[in-house]
């Protein structure tokens, strides 16, 4: 029987339990995960931490939140085809090739909390029919609706009390250089 596999695109502007959940469900229903961490190559506003501390940051928050289970998850940078708001059949083509390149499996789900329309739109239909699954776990029933902005805006205001109760001991111990980064692009 071929391998089940999992898929998450984020962002993780920073990572946040809301991200975790996503990651748990996908981990407990298929053999391996693959975390794509979207806007590699971006550092603007929507993007303000860059790649590097986004990786290190997730990559220690999977450890810290599955522990042996961390070796199933595969977190990699995925720069955009041109810009956020590529929503094409071309968009759709560059990641699906980009997760059969890694993952080896040409069947697998994407998880998402978010944006179901314009999800739909990236894959033509017989790849949707054929190849890729879709789970959607509506953001209002995961980790009390928490987003990456929210979480930004938390940094920014110095909110560490409500900080902690959203994010994983690796985003919390960066607060002081995220907030840097976040206020060098404008909140």
């Known amino acids: 029987m071929a391998e ?3 898929v998450i695109i984020a962002r993780l502007q920073p990572i946040h339990n809301g ?3 996503l990651i748990r469900q996908a981990l407990n229903e298929n053999d391996s995960v693959l975390v794509l961490v979207g ?3 971006k550092l603007n506003k929507r993007n303000p931490i860059p790649i590097n501390m986004r990786l290190e940051m997730a990559n ?3 450890v810290e939140a599955f522990g042996e289970e961390s070796t ?3 977190i990699r940078p995925l720069d955009d085809l041109t810009d956020e708001s590529d929503n094409s059949h071309d968009w759709g083509f560059y990641l699906y090739s980009t997760i059969v390149g890694i993952t080896g499996s040409p069947t697998f789900t994407i998880y998402y909390s978010d944006g179901f329309e314009i999800i739909m739109l990236w894959f033509p239909p017989f790849i949707t029919r054929n190849y890729v699954s879709f789970k959607l776990n509506a953001r209002g029933t995961i980790a009390e609706n ?3 902005t929210k979480v930004r805006k938390m940094i920014v205001g110095m909110n560490v009390e409500e900080l902690e109760k959203f994010v994983p001991s690796s985003v919390f111990a960066r607060r002081e250089i995220l907030r840097q980064f976040i206020m060098a692009y404008g909140v």
Do not use: F, R
Request: hydrophobic share 45%; no cysteine; proline share 0%.
């Open 4 to 6: 089940k596999v999992g």
């Open 19 to 21: 991200h975790l959940e």
């Open 39 to 41: 806007s590699a190559d």
């Open 60 to 62: 220690e928050a999977v």
């Open 72 to 74: 199933k998850i595969d």
């Open 146 to 148: 928490i987003s990456a």
